[in-house]
C-alpha cells in the first residue's frame, strides 16, 4: 500500500509541476496573444517551428501517461479496480489525449482541395473538445466513487471541481476559447491532483474505518 501512496504523491507532483511549469517557459519564449489564441498554436510548425511541435506531442504524450498512471492507482489504492464506468473514461481520457498529442494545431482554412490539412484541423479540434470534457467527466466519475465511503474527500473534490466548472464556464461565455482559459483550467486541475495526493496520503485512517 506504501508504494501506490508513493506513487500518486510523486505522479501527482511531476504532473502538477510539469505542464504548467512547460507552458509558462514557452510563453516566454513566443510572441502569442493567449487573449484570442489558444495554446495549441504553439503546435503550429509554420507558426513556431518544428522544434515547438516537437515539445507540443511529447508535452502531451507524457501528460496521458501521467494522467492515465494517476488514476490507474489511484483507483488500486481505493478499491476501484471492478468500477467499469471509471476505468473506461481513463481509458478514453488517455488515449483522447494521447491522439490529441500527435494531431497538430494548424491554421490553413477548411477546403476540398486541401483535404488532408483540413481533416487534421477537424480531428485536433474534435479530440481538444474530447478532452476538455472527459477530464472533468473522469474526475466527477472518481469523487462519486469514493463519495459514499470517503464523504469529506468526496465534496471537498466535487466542490473543487464545481468551482473549477463554473470559472471555466464564464470565461468561455466571456471571451471563447484562449490561452487564458486554458491556463485556468490547468491550473484548475493542478489544485485538485494536489488536494487528492495530498489526502491520500494523509488519510489511511479514515480509509481504513471505511473499508470496515
Same mark, same amino acid.
Given at each position: ?13 511531476? !504532473?502538477?509541476?510539469l ?19 489558444t +495554446? ?22 507524457t501528460?496521458a ?14 478499491? +476501484? ?17 494521447a ?41 466527477m ?8 465511503r +470517503?464523504?469529506?474527500i468526496?465534496? !471537498? ?41 495530498? !489526502? !491520500? ?12
Amino acid at each position: 500500500m506504501n508504494w501506490i501512496k508513493f506513487g500518486i504523491l510523486l505522479i501527482g507532483y511531476i !504532473t502538477v509541476g510539469l505542464l504548467p511549469d512547460a507552458v509558462k517557459k514557452s510563453l516566454q519564449h513566443v510572441d502569442i496573444n493567449i487573449s484570442e489564441q489558444t +495554446l495549441s498554436f504553439l503546435s503550429n510548425k509554420s507558426l513556431y517551428g518544428k522544434e515547438f511541435e516537437r515539445g507540443y506531442t511529447l508535452l502531451l504524450f507524457t501528460m496521458a501517461i501521467l494522467l492515465y498512471a494517476f488514476f490507474w492507482l489511484l483507483t488500486k489504492y481505493y478499491n +476501484l479496480g471492478k468500477h467499469a464506468r471509471l476505468m473506461r473514461i481513463i481509458t478514453y481520457t488517455f488515449a483522447s489525449l494521447a491522439l490529441l498529442a500527435f494531431v497538430p494545431h494548424n491554421i490553413q482554412p477548411y477546403s476540398w482541395h486541401n483535404l488532408a490539412p483540413s481533416l487534421q484541423r477537424f480531428l485536433h479540434n474534435v479530440l481538444a473538445v474530447v478532452v476538455f470534457l472527459s477530464v472533468p467527466t473522469l474526475i466527477m466519475t472518481f469523487q462519486v466513487a469514493i463519495l459514499k465511503r +470517503l464523504p469529506l474527500i468526496g465534496i !471537498t473534490g466535487i466542490c473543487i471541481l464545481g468551482l473549477v466548472i463554473l470559472i471555466m464556464a464564464y470565461l468561455l461565455l466571456s471571451n471563447g476559447l484562449n490561452g487564458i482559459a486554458e491556463i485556468f483550467f490547468i491550473d484548475g486541475i493542478s489544485v485538485w491532483i494536489i488536494f487528492v495526493s495530498v !489526502t !491520500t496520503v494523509l488519510g489511511r485512517q479514515q480509509l481504513e474505518k471505511a473499508r470496515r
